[in-house]
């Protein structure tokens, strides 16, 4: 299995509506070709996780790449695997709360960091810690079938 991480930057005028029309449809056309995945948005830049077979992942990494909805695009990570980190998750979408909606919410920050409000582009290699840190969240919750937290700390589609 191939492991693509990726950061990009957001088209002006890209919004919740977009992203959330994004999501459903990566998440159909990844399904019928075995591809899992996950996608997050802080409102700025996107980064994306893509897994499964290596020419699927390939193929759908080149649209992206043409894509233009995002720009200054940057390829942090490409590995093979032989377990998916995203399984069961076509295409999962994250997008970031804003800080203050958080501030009441003492689960964000067992599940957030800093690292999600600073340009992941400034973070470099790092900012694929971020997506490494998420399938360990995405495992726990799911083994204490509290999924459902997610949607504290995310807008998820």
Known sequence: ???LIYTSVQVPGFDRLGFEQL???ASRNNRTLGVEGLL???????MQCLEGPKEAVASIYKKIVKDSRHSDI???????SNAAMFEKW?????????QSV?????IAYTLLDHRLYRPWKSLGLGAADLI?????VKAELEKAGEMGLLSKVFDVY
């Open 1 to 3: 299995m191939l492991r």
């Open 23 to 25: 999501c459903e449809q």
């Open 40 to 46: 997050l948005c802080n409102g700025v830049e996107f």
């Open 74 to 80: 940057r390829l942090l990570v490409s590995e093979v």
């Open 90 to 98: 076509s295409m999962v979408g994250l997008g970031t709360k804003p």
């Open 102 to 106: 958080l501030s009441g919410e003492s």
């Open 132 to 136: 490494y840190e998420y399938a360990k």
